[in-house]
């Protein structure tokens, strides 16, 4: 702390003993010692420029781990987002920014938001206190989905509950500009193997209960609640129900995170946003699970009114280094929104298991009637805490990323299986062989995919269509790569013919 902070600003009032003042009629000797103090101060202040000592009396007072006093009216000083330094001798030095200051004779109160989370501690009474000539720089607000707006602060959670977002690592939980490549509706879907529905979203169930998954049109939460316009959400309903819940099954909706994406989150927390609106009140969970199923955390959220959008938030602790995890092209980290589960997969909530769990034992048997639904919307992990702003890749960078697990050759809005020319591939026979067409994607996919061929003309699995002579051709795909394949016909068309098909490429995790 530099002693300039004792001076005053009214020269007759620096009446300080030497070195730290000139009382009048020193001896030389004596003036040579304070202008030499005087460049010590001097050159203390300049070296922490950036850093303002007003006053020697602003030693703060503790009130809590966000807030302390300061006892004169400092509002003017301490404005909100003006950055400041604290030292105590054992708090150490650590930097926050101010929230609020409120003055009530004698006291300035300040709320605090520390760097790094730092709690404050009694210890700052021993210490000082340096203001930035910096303020945090506030260009607009940022929307809350409590209805409150905040200012947008720079430099992270550090300095605000309410910070704008950082990368989110969800692909595709705005189904609004999902893609749906695979389609929009699936009904009827049964128990014992994973179905792909949005890009990058999975549902599987073990059990009796059957539901239907659609890209729903219906009113997703408001531009007013979430900041954003969500044409579309995803709905899963319940058409045959299961009412009541064996050790052994479960039902979840969920995704998939690439363990290349989850890295950037791996052995850290990390906070889940979403809305969702649901027939059925109640408590739900949400399961995170590694690539091996041999860690899983259980987090529990209330539907809290039936039909209605509500904003949930949960921040997860550090995942474990140990266990079976990917942190290459494989599965990162499962993401599942469980609407039941038996006794076999529930666990304890908020803290990562050594098993393969999917929720609680509080969790509501949300397959027990046809009226169930659960909508979700606005789906994103961030990582860090705190509550966030939506954020998510331009449309121009959003469909190469979704066709890195699935693509097709079908142009938008139309699916595997449709009969369609749009965006066919074509050959040409020679008559005297099959016919090979050498497919380079553009894509590289996350693994070789599974590629299923299909008819222009009749929309028929693993056949091409001859064009020359209307009929389908058998025909194969081979030499699958991740980023192309050849086709071959099994018959050899006549020299001329044309021969198309449509192709779908699926590598999902």
Known sequence: ??????????????????????QGSYAVSTVDNWERQLQASVKESYIDSEWLDYDSTYIPAFVSTTSFTIPADV???????????????????????????????PNTTIVCKMDEGTALTSNISTGYLLLSIHSTQIPSVTHDPSGATYPYLFGGPALSSWV??????????????????????????PSGSDRYTADRWVYHSEGTAVVRIDRSGIDGPSTAQSGIVPQFVATTTV????????????????????????QQIAQMPFTLGFWANAFKTGTYCVAFQNSGLDRSYIAEYTINSAATWEYKQITVTAPP??????????????????????STYQGTANTW?????????????????????????????????GTFDWSQ?????????????????????????????????LGIGTGSSPVGISVRTGIDMVSIPT????????????????????????????????????????????????????FVADSPL
């Not at 702390?1 to 730290?20: D, G, H, K, L």
């Not at 893609?179 to 879907?189: A, D, N, V």
């Not at 039902?251 to 290349?260: C, F, N, S």
């Not at 009637?369 to 979700?376: C, G, H, V």
Request: glycine share 10%.
């Open 239 to 262: 058409t045959t129900a299961d009412t009541s819940i064996g050790a052994s099954e479960y039902a979840y909706i969920g995704t998939r995170i690439e363990g290349y994406d989850y």
């Open 321 to 342: 280094s140990a266990g079976t995890w990917n942190y290459s092209n494989g599965v990162g980290l499962r993401v599942y929104f469980v609407l039941a589960a038996g």
């Open 393 to 425: 890749p331009l449309n121009s960078e959003n469909l190469n990323a979704y066709k890195r697990y699935y693509m097709k050759s079908f142009s938008n809005g139309v699916y595997a299986g449709d009969i369609s020319q749009l965006g066919e591939y």
């Open 75 to 105: 509002t003017t000083l301490f404005t909100p987002f003006r950055k400041f330094k604290l030292y105590g001798s054992t708090f150490g030095t650590h930097c926050g920014v101010v929230l609020t200051s409120t003055f009530s004779s």
């Open 1 to 22: 702390m530099s002693e300039i902070a004792r001076w005053s600003t009214t020269a007759a009032n620096n009446t300080f003993a030497s070195p730290f003042g000139a």
């Open 164 to 189: 704008t977002a950082p990368k989110n690592i969800i692909q595709g939980g705005n189904f609004t500009s999902n893609p749906w490549q695979r389609g929009i509706s699936f009904l009827s879907i």
């Open 353 to 385: 298991n050594s098993a393969n769990q999917l929720s609680t034992s509080s969790q509501v048997n949300a397959l027990d009637s046809t009226n169930n639904y659960l909508r979700l919307s606005l789906v994103s992990i961030i990582r860090g805490r």
């Open 451 to 502: 590629v299923t061929l299909y008819s222009p003309g009749t929309g028929t699995a693993g056949f091409a269509r001859n064009l020359s002579v209307p009929g389908d051709l058998a025909a194969t795909a081979s030499q699958i790569g991740t980023s192309g394949f050849l086709l071959s016909t099994t018959l050899s068309p006549a020299v001329g013919t044309n021969v198309a098909f449509h």
